[in-house]
Structures are given as structure tokens and as C-alpha cells.
T-cell receptor, first 119, second 113 residues
Framework: AQKITQTQPGMFVQEKEAVTLDCTYD???????LFWYKQPSSGEMIFLIY??????QNATEGRYSLNFQKARKSANLVISASQLGDSAMYFC????????????????FGPGTSLSVIP | NAGVTQTPKFQVLKTGQSMTLQCAQD?????MYWYRQDPGMGLRLIYY???????DKGEVPNGYNVSRLNKREFSLRLESAAPSQTSVYFC????????????FGSGTRLTVV
């Protein structure tokens, strides 16, 4: 069964430092996508970054990068040069396989990691 | 701005009352979803719609009904609200395929007293 594990319920990082948020996933599919979402205290869900299972290079989006280790089934989010505005919940998510008429694919979310950036 | 519009943002209901949460997207997405988010439970899928005219149960469908009115709109109805349905509700939509994530609405904070 699909599963996303985020083992760090809470993390602290000093402003301007880099931080890694861990995510491991479990799937038997060869085709899947991995996503990270940010949820600030205001509550909205903000898409950060995407990594496809066939992508050979790690995804990057500005200060966000995804450390993708396929054999270990891990997809850690790295935030460089942390800012106070990075304080939020971060969710790792996965979506499996190609869409087929007789099956349905949906996004599975991990439990989240709460990140606090310290001035 | 293109996206997912979800209403209302806040709602307080008395036990037994009914209400409908509205959701509309203007991105021409086939798939739409309703999730609830509870502390320590993450996001749990209530219902989804893979295309106009189809709906299916997710992980926690009891106490809810949905309607995919057209390609744009996907509503969630609580027929007889219970305190256990106090939660934050998110509507989302997506393109089809594993390489597409969700676009979320802004959420509805529902309290049932």
C-alpha cells in the first residue's frame, strides 16, 4: 500500500541556515510523482516542488531542492538560507502511476513536519 | 487569478444542521477532491471525482455527500452535522497523471457545536 513517512514532527533552524526535511515513501509502482507542500499558519496549501520517478536530476525551485534517492525511496526537501517566512508545516506527498480507465490515482500525504525558523 | 475557489471560509453549525461547501475551479481539470485536515491526522480524502458526472468514496466518506455539478464545480454536503466533523476542509483539483500535483482551495474551517 502507498505510504508516506515524515519522521520529524517538529524542526528548528536558525535563520539563514539550511535545513533538510525528511520524507520516505513506499510504492510498488515504477511511475510516480513526489511533491512537497507548505502550509503556513494562515492555512493555505502551497505547492513547492515536484520530482518525477524517472527524473535523473534532483528538482530545484529557488531556495528549495529535493534530494531524491530512488533506491532508498526517500525524497527529502532541502531549504537553503532559511527565512522567517519559512516557518510552516511541510507535507510530503506522492501520486502513483499512469491514469487508467479502470483505476484511479490520487495524492497521498504524509503527516507533516512543523518547521520553526529562529531569528 | 486562475485557481480553486472554496466557500465559505468559516462556518459554525449546530449538531444536526446541514450545509454545503462549494468548490469551483477554472483550470479545466478533470479531477476534483475533498479532503479534511485534523491535527495529527494529516489530510484524509473524503470523496473524489475523476471526471464530470462521476464521484467515488475516499478514506472517510461517512456523513458526507458530494455532487459534481459540472466540470468546474464539486460540492460537499453535510446532511446532519456532528461534532466529529469539526475540521478544516480543503477542495483541490488536478490534471490527470502522476506528474501533476493538486491545486488547493483556501480551506473551510468548520466547527460543529
Amino acid at each position: 500500500a502507498q505510504k508516506i513517512t515524515q519522521t520529524q514532527p517538529g524542526m528548528f533552524v536558525q535563520e539563514k541556515e539550511a535545513v533538510t526535511l525528511d520524507c520516505t515513501y513506499d510504492t510498488s509502482d515504477q511511475s510516480y510523482g513526489l511533491f512537497w507542500y507548505k502550509q503556513p499558519s494562515s492555512g493555505e496549501m502551497i505547492f513547492l516542488i515536484y520530482q518525477g520517478s524517472y527524473d535523473e536530476q534532483n528538482a530545484t525551485e529557488g531556495r528549495y531542492s529535493l534530494n531524491f534517492q530512488k533506491a532508498r525511496k526517500s525524497a527529502n526537501l532541502v531549504i537553503s538560507a532559511s527565512q522567517l517566512g519559512d516557518s510552516a508545516m511541510y507535507f510530503c506527498a506522492m501520486r502513483e502511476g499512469p491514469v487508467m480507465k479502470t483505476s484511479y490515482d490520487k495524492v497521498i500525504f504524509g503527516p507533516g513536519t512543523s518547521l520553526s525558523v529562529i531569528p | 487569478n486562475a485557481g480553486v475557489t472554496q466557500t465559505p471560509k468559516f462556518q459554525v453549525l449546530k449538531t444536526g444542521q446541514s450545509m454545503t461547501l462549494q468548490c469551483a475551479q477554472d483550470m479545466n481539470h478533470n479531477s476534483m477532491y475533498w479532503y479534511r485536515q485534523d491535527p495529527g491526522m494529516g489530510l484524509r480524502l473524503i470523496y473524489y471525482s475523476a471526471s464530470e458526472g462521476t464521484t467515488d468514496k475516499g478514506e472517510v466518506p461517512n456523513g458526507y455527500n458530494v455532487s459534481r455539478l459540472n466540470k468546474r464545480e464539486f460540492s460537499l454536503r453535510l446532511e446532519s452535522a456532528a461534532p466529529s466533523q469539526t475540521s478544516v476542509y480543503f477542495c483541490a483539483s488536478s490534471e490527470d497523471g502522476f506528474n501533476y500535483g493538486y491545486t488547493f482551495g483556501s480551506g473551510t474551517r468548520l466547527t460543529v457545536v
